[in-house]
């Protein structure tokens, strides 16, 4: 779910496209991201993990026959779409992307909407009764067939009056058995994932630390933060810059690199990685804040900025979401820890997303 934000606020999927090198974003999206950034500087790798896991996810759900996808709060088009990475490994899958924002489905529209098996539709997750009648009433999705419901980086802009348990309970009781549901969540503090009990723990201080504290190269937390899990998994250098130019009758500036074909970040050139993040997330360790205020920091300046809150939720209430479903395995994890073998990358900690796929029981 995305809104285009009124005058003078930032949107949610405009955010979101900045955070991935894109180019469908304004100046008040970028000065916002900025402000987030001198935050917490991880924001451009839990975004770009978090679209890596997207595409593990479909993949995974492909190889297990599910044919029909519902991907909601979609977002602005990217370079390897929900409908493209199906059709990979499921010719014919059927995709129906949903978004509340307006400016989001003419995106979607334009460049998503190529054929029969895929469609655009608006509505809103914080009505979630209203969406699956919609759902149901387009047509394209077969209620009686399994379907896949991906919910990723959508559900911390609801608020707990908005009660995102309740909307994916709605959703998945009109789900028929086999179907699955995928969900990433921002965290309320960094994650790692236990390897004794294979379950997310709220990462230690001192991964904290090494998060805001300046390497070699002057990027704070490299690749720690900024330059460890590339949009396809991958590792890499932090390839941070400002490139100046025009899209769309609007200034582009790609604060994050550019991605290649695969997705992944590359480094963009030589114009200044180490002032631009200096000059962003540059932090005095000795007077590093807590995780919890971090995130409180974050929460509030995103909310102040955007036309969408910002709720990072502590694991227990994420793990809450999937209540009632037969988790796939791993279960809840942290979002890179969610196969990683099913891409060219590795696990990364600490983590800002925890990430779930389950499936509907018979």
């Not at 909407?113 to 149901?136: F, M």
């Not at 036309?307 to 009632?324: E, T, Y």
């Not at 796939?328 to 983590?351: H, I, K, M």
Request: hydrophobic fraction near 40%.
């Amino acid at each position: 779910m995305t809104n285009g934000g009124g005058l003078g606020l930032a949107g949610p999927a405009r955010v979101y496209d900045c955070l991935l090198g894109g180019k469908d974003n304004y100046a008040v999206d970028r000065e916002l991201v900025l402000e987030l950034l001198r935050i917490e500087p991880g924001l451009v790798d839990a975004a770009h993990a978090n679209r890596a896991f997207v595409r593990r996810a479909v993949r995974k759900l492909a190889g297990l026959g599910l044919r029909q996808f519902l991907d909601i709060g979609c977002g602005l088009p990217t370079n390897d779409n929900v409908h493209q990475i199906a059709s990979r490994h499921a010719p014919g899958a059927r995709v129906l992307y949903i978004d509340q924002d307006p400016l989001v489905l003419v995106h979607a529209r334009a460049l998503l909407v190529d054929d029969g098996d895929v469609a655009a539709l608006q509505a809103d997750l914080r009505k979630p009764e209203e969406l699956v009648s919609q759902t149901l009433d387009h047509g394209l999705l077969d209620p009686a067939e399994p379907i896949a419901v991906l919910m990723t980086s959508v559900l911390h802009h609801l608020t707990d009056a908005d009660d995102p348990w309740k909307a994916v309970r709605t959703l998945t009781a009109a789900l028929a058995p086999g179907s699955a549901v995928v969900i990433s969540h921002l965290t309320s503090a960094p994650v790692t994932l236990n390897p004794e009990t294979g379950s997310p723990e709220t990462a230690p201080p001192e991964a904290l630390q090494a998060r805001l504290t300046p390497s070699a190269s002057g990027v704070p937390g490299t690749p720690g933060a900024i330059g460890s899990a590339g949009a396809a998994g991958t590792s890499g250098a932090a390839g941070t810059s400002v490139v100046s130019g025009t899209s769309g009758g609007h200034e582009d500036r790609e604060i994050f690199g550019t991605r290649g074909d695969s997705g992944a970040r590359r480094n963009s050139g030589s114009r200044g990685p180490q002032q631009t993040i200096e000059a962003v997330a540059a932090t005095d360790v000795a007077k590093a804040p807590s995780a919890a205020a971090i995130a409180a920091d974050l929460a509030a300046r995103y909310t102040e900025g955007c036309s969408l809150p910002l709720v990072p939720r502590d694991a227990a209430a994420i793990m809450a979401l999937l209540d009632g479903l037969k988790p796939l395995s791993p279960g809840f994890v942290p979002v890179d820890d969610w196969r990683p073998e099913l891409s060219d990358g590795t696990p990364s900690a600490p983590s800002l997303y925890l990430a779930g796929v389950a499936t509907v029981p018979d």
